[in-house]
């Protein structure tokens, strides 16, 4: 099945090499901890993003997401506010001491977003494109690798190996849904990923049930699901108010219902005998 995975060296589990755990300020990603990550699609204002990081906060998010570069289809659509947004989720991330998580879309941009994020993010449509990966392989940040929509697990994994090649081991995988056929959800979280992944590599996995399924009433059960099958974490969109959002409202939960998916999780992680950080 994996044709090409025995040419691979660095995201390798062999017998001798632990699992990796991926330090960001006081976090850990990876081991026996699970880690919440949550936030808006983009960052649309200092005031949106204030006030979804004040409640989430509350329900004890350590990580915020928000894109100022935004991947969108349409490009009439809010591509996001660029500098003015990475400005605006550093200070409102250190306002709750939470660290932060963004997307880089291109390999001129690498520095500026390093600059000001904790962990780069590399978006599904750019899982293979290799002059940005080699491009963040050279940082010293974490790196966020979503899983291409169209790609398999071999290729994903050959992508973080593209990143590790140029000397950056801190890598964390996500599987956020692929194209299939089925149109009733965004895209079909592939959940045999989590364990799979866990069987070859020794880098940490988390999974995205906005995106995967594009569906609000499947984020909490997918959350559990992708806990209970080994997942080292999970991305969440939150929104307070998911009807004006620029990107992705459809999908994204509000503060009060994220917290009650925190409350649903509580008993998977410990079945699974890890701890909430
Ligand atoms: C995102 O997380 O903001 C995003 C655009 O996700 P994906 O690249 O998985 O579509
Ligand atoms: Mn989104």
């Known amino acids: 099945m994996l044709k090409e995975y025995k040419k691979l060296k660095l995201i390798k589990k062999t017998g001798k090499k632990s699992l990796s755990i991926i330090k960001v300020k006081k976090l850990e990603i990876g081991g026996d901890k699970i880690i919440l990550i949550a936030g808006p699609c983009a960052i649309e ?27 969108r289809t349409n490009p009439y659509d809010f591509q996001g506010l660029g500098e003015k947004g990475l400005k605006i989720l550093k200070k409102i991330a250190d306002k709750y001491g939470m ?16 600059k000001y994020a904790d962990i780069l993010q590399i978006g599904t449509r750019n899982m293979q494109n290799f002059a940005l990966l080699k491009a963040v392989g050279k940082t010293k940040k974490p790196i966020l690798l979503k899983r291409g929509m169209g790609s398999t697990i071999e290729e994903f994994l050959s992508s973080a190996e593209y990143i590790m090649k140029e000397g950056n081991s801190n890598v964390i995988l996500c599987e956020r849904g692929i194209r299939t056929f089925e149109d009733n959800t965004r895209n079909t979280l592939s959940l045999a990923t989590v364990p799979t992944v866990k069987t070859l590599s020794h880098l940490p996995i988390i999974v995205d049930p906005s995106h995967s399924t594009g569906e609000v009433e499947l984020i909490t059960p997918m959350s559990k699901a992708a806990i209970a099958c080994g997942a080292d974490g999970l991305m969440i969109e939150v929104h307070t108010n998911p009807k004006h959002a620029l990107s992705d409202g459809y999908q994204s939960i509000l503060p009060k219902e994220f917290k009650n998916l925190t409350e649903e999780i509580k008993p998977i992680i410990k079945a699974v005998n890890k701890t909430l950080q």
């Open 45 to 71: 204002s200092e005031k949106q993003l204030d006030k979804i990081a004040k409640e989430l906060s509350k329900s004890g998010v350590k990580l915020l997401r928000g894109g100022a570069y935004k991947p």
């Open 99 to 114: 660290a932060t998580v963004t997307e880089v879309m291109d390999t001129k941009d690498v520095e500026l977003v390093s």
